[in-house]
């Protein structure tokens, strides 16, 4: 799977931008998504015009951890992996049987928008299992990116020479785009368009970055850890209007 969003639906972390990283414009007539195309034939693109593009391929599977896609009501789904309570999540959700769990993902983030009865740490930590999403609401343009706290998926970040967020479970693709400016998504981490990266498994603290050195000693990206030491400003998550943006809220 391939997603590479405009900075102005997700500003890529400036630590992960290495000096001198080779990177290209991923966006800049369809480079990575002929790129993906070509490495998958059969593979389907979804531009969303200027904010930028997803791109999935259902062939090479892993039967444990499947790929799905889903749109519903404007809000588009990536995800990989598998959910273990599944039946409870589709209870707290009100979801019928058949839903999956793609369509729980979309569901979970709809009603933290619209509802925020929970933080977005907790609506990500109930999620249990091994699995990696990348979710784009095309009615606020804001994204929304988690990945389980094992990284049982693999899943990769990075920024391309233009400041756009790349991110796919296959490193060559984003190496490709960003050069040395990319590095394997934080365990137990989500992503924001609003609120950048958290941690879910400790909310109360910062995340920091460190840097990635390659084999010949130079920097290559960064990797994220929780910093035990700094601690965040608590921000409540009040009931909103559904009528509200959560996004704006946190």
Known sequence: MLAVFDKSV???PEALQSPQSGSVSTLKDGFLANH????HPGSVTVNL????LIAYSLQNKN???PRLFAVVDDIFCLFQGHIENVAQLKQQYGLNKTANEVVIVIE???TLRDRGPYPADQVVRDIHGKFAFILYDSSSKTAFIATDADVSVPFFWGTDSEGHLVLSDEAEIV????GKSFAPFPKGCFFTSSGGLRSYEHPLNEVKPVPRVDSSGQVCGVTFTVDEESKRETVGMPRVGSAAN???NY
């Open 10 to 12: 997700a500003k890529s």
């Open 63 to 65: 039967p444990l951890l």
């Open 49 to 52: 015009a200027s904010s930028g």
């Open 175 to 178: 190496k490709k785009g960003c």
């Open 246 to 248: 959560w996004s704006s």
């Open 108 to 110: 979970a983030y709809r």
């Open 36 to 39: 993906f195309g070509s490495l």
